[in-house]
């Protein structure tokens, strides 16, 4: 079965900190994916990398940067949280180009509260 | 840009079906899906469909296109109570980048 995991289901930081949020797939995927959840507004797309040391920006990457050292692992870094980023971070993963689909494997989330 | 819209609330008593609606903008799409988030969980892969099909049907499932009017639906048949969730529609292109399109997401409450 694939697998990706999150490293906090739940977080909570004061406004100002640095956030490190890790994500970890164990199918050898080429791409993975970085989204935030809110009510009313589905996923939307924060980055996403298609190869190590890879990125791209998503529709939402202000206040967001990303790391992809090892293929495994990709890192999502708030610079310095602020109130309007507490959200829930689903991480996921998906085989690259040339596959039948595009299915995406998701964590089970992070809930991340700034205060 | 491309967009993906879905009702916010659908409410069912147990055993009738459900069906939930989505209509999306991009008529490059090349696979439609539909993903099932439970309570604290991620989303889980429920179905997908090719755009050159017009129905698939996987067990209580039920996927139809309409690619002319540019809706995707889903029913599910004899709803059970541990069909409660979140089900999110979403797109792929064929721009080839492997992107996915979320709609908002329909809440769907089954009443025993």
């Known amino acids: 079965d694939v697998k990706v995991t999150q490293s906090s289901r739940y977080l909570v930081k004061r406004t100002g900190e640095k956030v490190f949020l890790e994500c970890v797939q164990d199918?050898?995927?080429?791409?993975m994916f970085w989204y935030r959840q809110d009510p009313g507004l589905g996923l939307r797309l924060i980055y996403f990398s298609y190869d190590v040391k890879m990125k791209e920006k998503g529709d939402i990457p202000e206040g967001y940067s990303v790391s992809r050292e090892k293929k495994e692992r990709f890192s999502l870094i708030l610079e310095s949280a602020s109130t309007n980023q507490t959200s829930m971070y689903l991480c996921a993963s998906s085989f690259g180009t040339g596959t039948s689909s595009y299915e995406q494997y998701f964590g089970p989330g992070t809930r991340l509260t700034v205060t | 840009g491309e967009d993906v819209e879905q009702s916010l609330f659908l409410s069912v008593r147990e055993g009738d079906s459900s069906v939930i609606n989505c209509t999306y903008t991009d008529s490059s799409s090349t696979y439609l899906y539909w993903y099932k988030q439970e309570p604290g969980a991620g989303l889980q892969l429920l179905t997908y469909i090719f755009s050159n099909m017009d129905m698939k049907q996987d067990q209580r499932l039920t996927v139809l296109l309409n690619k002319k009017d540019k809706h995707l639906s889903l029913r599910i048949a004899d709803t059970q109570t541990g069909d409660s969730a979140i089900y999110f529609c979403?797109?792929?292109?064929?721009?080839?980048?492997?992107?996915?399109?979320f709609g908002t997401g329909t809440r769907l409450k089954v009443l025993a």
């Open positions: 979403a797109e792929t292109s064929t721009s080839g980048t492997y992107k996915y399109i």
């Open positions: 199918m050898d995927h080429e791409n």
